[in-house]
């Protein structure tokens, strides 16, 4: 079977920045993905790690160690509207997408 | 980029009839999407995997006469929600791979619809 584990919730200050842990377990394993999730809105992807280290896009960034079945979303100089829920995902080679339970992050002024 | 399309966004329908759930990809064939389901403050579950020209595979949990689904071109997918019952309002979300002329070692790995709000009353 696919599981996969993250906090259920978070919560930072306005200009910090947060880390959200993932781990999984998975047969096939081809990628790990970061969605964010606003209220009433669709899943947008963020990130994807395919291969070990660090992808960096703008003030999100997305570490994944395949060895560990490990990895993170660090969202950096926090801002209001990023409160919202985040959800690591896994991608098997058969195309499927397996998303975690998500984590609610709290942004406080 | 590779787009797909959901609709309609949001319906309401009355306790026993059914609705219909279209997903297009617009700029690309896509010979399997997905078909998710998500229930308030939970998360994206897999019903099913739906496959052009052949029968869709459910995941288990998931009955296959009650969501009925259709993968008739490479461009368009249905999902439709038989006899429908307050319980099955939900948060309906489809997604496609992209082609291999729009995969990219940064991602994404799917392209998803835009989503359906269903409300059963």
């Known amino acids: 079977g696919q599981s996969l584990e993250q906090p259920s919730e978070v919560t930072a200050v306005e200009g910090a920045i947060v880390q959200i842990n993932c781990t999984y377990q998975?047969?096939?394993?081809?990628?790990l993905s970061w969605y964010q999730q606003h209220d009433g809105g669709a899943p947008t992807f963020l990130s994807y790690?395919?291969?070990?280290g660090l992808e960096e896009t703008g003030r999100f960034s997305s570490f994944l160690s395949r060895s560990d079945s490990y990895g993170y979303l660090l969202l950096q100089e926090l801002q209001m509207k990023d409160s919202a829920s985040y959800f690591c995902?896994?991608?098997?080679?058969?195309?499927?997408?397996?998303f975690g339970k998500g984590t609610r992050l709290h942004i406080l002024p | 980029g590779a787009v797909v399309s959901q609709h309609p966004s949001r319906v309401i329908c009355k306790s026993g009839t059914s609705v219909k759930i279209e997903c297009r990809s617009l700029?690309?064939?896509?010979?399997?999407m997905f078909w998710y389901r998500q229930f308030p403050k939970q998360s994206l579950m897999l019903m099913a995997t739906?496959?052009?020209?052949?029968?869709?595979?459910?995941e288990q949990g998931v009955e296959k006469d009650k969501f009925l689904i259709n993968h008739a071109s490479l461009t368009l997918s249905t999902l439709t929600v038989t006899s429908a019952h307050p319980e099955d309002s939900s948060f309906y979300i489809c997604?496609?791979?992209?082609?291999?002329?729009?995969?990219?070692?940064?991602?994404?790995?799917?392209?998803f619809g835009q989503g359906t709000r269903l409300t059963v009353v």
């Open positions: 995902a896994v991608s098997n080679r058969d195309d499927k997408i397996i």
């Open positions: 998975t047969s096939g394993f081809y990628g």
């Open positions: 739906s496959n052009e020209g052949s029968k869709a595979t459910y």
């Open positions: 790690n395919a291969l070990d």
């Open positions: 997604s496609a791979p992209p082609p291999p002329s729009h995969r990219r070692r940064e991602g994404p790995e799917a392209f």
């Open positions: 700029d690309f064939q896509a010979t399997t």
